[in-house]
């Protein structure tokens, strides 16, 4: 090769490698290039749009891109975007806002800790999904996948301001979707307007139904992951109907357009709560719970919500609830949010509601440790049941008297003939005008109380995290004793207090038996049920095993107090003189007279069988 050639040749290698230098595209052009060829791909596949944004290649900043529809397709220029959070934050919690979704990312609550003393997050990461869902221009749009263009970049709100923050996703010149939120200082409450403008002719009017959805992982915040799991579940409300709410033990599916149009849904965990409002109603919807098996995770929901769209400019004023599952908080927002707090099932929710509550509130007043307030709740109720108690305590009485004189009708009639000799008893009864109930109704009466502490405490959020005593947090067991290991309907580890509970109960059931007089099963049967509680309150709170101590304890003073008031020989002397009183002086209650009637009955079949069956002798 000459000089000449290999000169030519040298000459058009540079031509050619500083061509392709020169012409070569930018990392945004073939970022774009592939958002044209993805598009029409789907577009020929039918398949729905993803996320499309090279993460490797960060952006600092966010210009709109001309003629975009024809470029990229349905909010091409929103594809892509930086995702610089914005902090909307107050005096009581802190808002992070992504461009990516318009969405609320995470939020923060300033007055709370985790069990583990960290901040307290009801929600943060990418399992969080906030956007609208629909279609145009032949493709299925998902507003939680493209980036919207904040406002401003940050705001605080005081305590006497107000702020608003919109986020919006551009469509073309005039055509745009905004996502409005407002906030105010010391306020739970975040106000969302939803409003799309000159979208007529970019969303296909034809389905008159955007759909709104709505997700998030929520994760452990209180030290029981179980019992926060067995409270927590998705919640609704219709706009005429009642607060329902999903499966509280299983994952579920729930279509929820029954019913009318539906007013709010709430992500509910055991003390705090997400809660969207629509103040028009959503049209209809589902919604989706499902449980985990991950760790720290307590459960996952998911809402679809149907908003109308009339191909005209719209506007959807919602609301957000991020806050704590007090219900005087939440009886402060309205819409029956405060119903998701369950306080049982009729008649008990009553009892808590419009007993138990007012009275605990109004202690509350007096900025005494919690310890102190339910002690104090006890004696009040205990007080108030007091002509209960003795009443009890008076009947049993009368029937431990009674029972040398049963034992003799029972020596005398046998075992053989149970209808003669209930039969028997009940003339006892009727001479020494003794009610067999009396001591069991009153009881009856108090079983109501006692079971609604059993809602009350569990779902009562003042007392998370209170301590008192040894115990560190009234909302939740005491682990005294760490077993190690797992027992079944026991868990792994003693609360101490549910130990000195079961112990007063077992000791409350030695004097009164003592008191009533029971033998056989009856007084074995008041042991063993203790034993069965030990094993079910075990996990539950030490507030509420608490309660049942001091209630034992109480009941033990109240009958030491009437036991000095009670005269076993005034009581048999009585007695003997209602027995010289003519029958027709002798007062007999509804039970009683239906009871004698009802073993009247009885005995005249059983003899009436017996002389049929008879076998009848030859005639001679």
Not at 182 to 201: F, H, N, R
Not at 240 to 254: I, M, P, R
Request: glycine share 8%.
């Amino acid at each position: 090769m000459d000089r000449n050639t290999f000169t030519g040749l040298f000459l058009i290698l540079i031509i050619l490698a500083g061509t392709t230098f020169l012409l070569k595209p930018s990392d945004k052009e073939i970022i774009k290039e592939k958002l044209v060829q993805d598009s029409i791909a789907r577009v020929k596949n039918n398949i729905p749009l993803k996320r499309t944004v090279v993460d490797s290649v960060k952006q600092t900043t966010t210009k709109p891109v001309i003629d975009a529809a024809v470029l990229n397709g349905p909010f091409g220029a929103a594809s892509n975007g930086t995702n610089q959070l914005v902090t909307l934050e107050n005096d009581v919690m802190k808002i992070s806002v992504s461009p990516k979704g318009g969405r609320v990312a995470s939020v923060i609550l300033k007055k709370f800790k985790t069990y583990d003393q960290k901040p307290l997050v009801l929600f943060e990461g990418e399992e969080v999904k906030f956007g609208l869902l629909f279609g145009a221009a032949g493709k299925n749009i998902n507003t939680n996948d493209l980036y919207f263009i904040p406002s401003a970049p940050s705001l605080f709100v005081s305590k006497s301001d107000s702020a608003a923050l919109t986020m919006r996703l551009n469509y073309d010149e005039g055509k745009y979707i905004d996502y409005v939120y407002s906030l105010k200082g010391s306020s739970y409450q975040v106000g969302l307007t939803i409003a799309a403008k000159g979208m007529q002719d970019v969303i296909n009017t034809q389905q008159q139904q955007l759909v709104l959805n709505w997700e998030a992982v929520l994760k452990q915040k209180e030290g029981d992951i179980v019992n926060e799991k067995r409270y927590s579940t998705a919640y609704f409300k219709h706009v005429d109907g009642d607060v329902d709410h999903l499966s509280l033990t299983e994952s579920e599916n729930k279509d929820i357009k029954e019913g009318g149009k539906i007013q709010w849904v709430s992500f509910k965990q055991h003390f705090f709560s997400n809660v969207l409002i629509a103040k028009n109603g959503f049209t209809s919807g589902s919604l989706a719970v499902s449980t985990s098996i991950q760790k720290n995770v307590v459960k996952g929901f998911k809402a679809n919500l149907q908003l109308p769209f009339t191909g005209q400019d719209v506007s959807y004023p919602m609301e957000f609830y991020f806050g704590p599952n007090k219900i005087s908080t939440l009886e402060d927002i309205g819409y029956d949010i405060s119903k998701q707090v369950d306080l049982g099932y009729w008649p008990l929710k009553y009892i808590n509601r419009w007993v138990v509550l007012p009275v605990f509130n109004f202690l509350e007043g007096f900025n005494w440790g919690y310890g102190l307030i339910i002690l104090v709740l006890t004696i009040l109720l205990k007080t108030v049941l007091l002509p209960l108690t003795y009443k009890s305590y008076l009947s049993m009485a009368k029937m431990r008297i009674l029972k040398p004189e049963m034992d003799e009708i029972k020596g005398k009639v046998g075992d053989d003939n149970p209808t003669l000799l209930q039969q028997e008893y009940l003339k006892l009864y009727k001479k020494a005008g003794v009610n067999p109930l009396g001591g069991c109704l009153p009881m009856l009466l108090q079983l109501p109380i006692i079971m609604a502490f059993f809602f009350f405490f569990p779902n009562l959020f003042e007392l998370r995290q209170e301590s008192f005593l040894w115990m560190s947090d009234l909302s939740t067991y005491d682990a005294f004793f760490n077993l190690g290991f797992t027992v079944p309907f026991l868990g792994n580890h003693i609360s101490l207090m549910c130990i000195l509970m079961t112990i007063s109960t077992l000791i409350y059931t030695y004097f009164n038996n003592q008191v009533s007089g029971a033998t056989g099963q009856m007084k074995y049967i008041g042991y063993i049920t203790p034993i069965i509680f030990f094993g079910v309150l075990n996990s539950y709170p030490a507030g509420l095993n608490y309660y049942y101590f001091l209630a034992n304890m109480l009941t033990f003073a109240q009958q030491y107090l009437i036991r000095q008031f009670v005269n076993d020989e005034k009581i048999h002397a009585r007695i003997q003189e209602n027995k010289k009183k003519p029958a027709s002086e002798k007062k007999q209650s509804g039970f009683q007279k239906r009871m004698e009637d009802y073993m009247r009955q009885q005995q005249g079949s059983k003899t009436k069988q017996i002389a049929t069956t008879k076998p009848v002798g030859k005639k001679k």
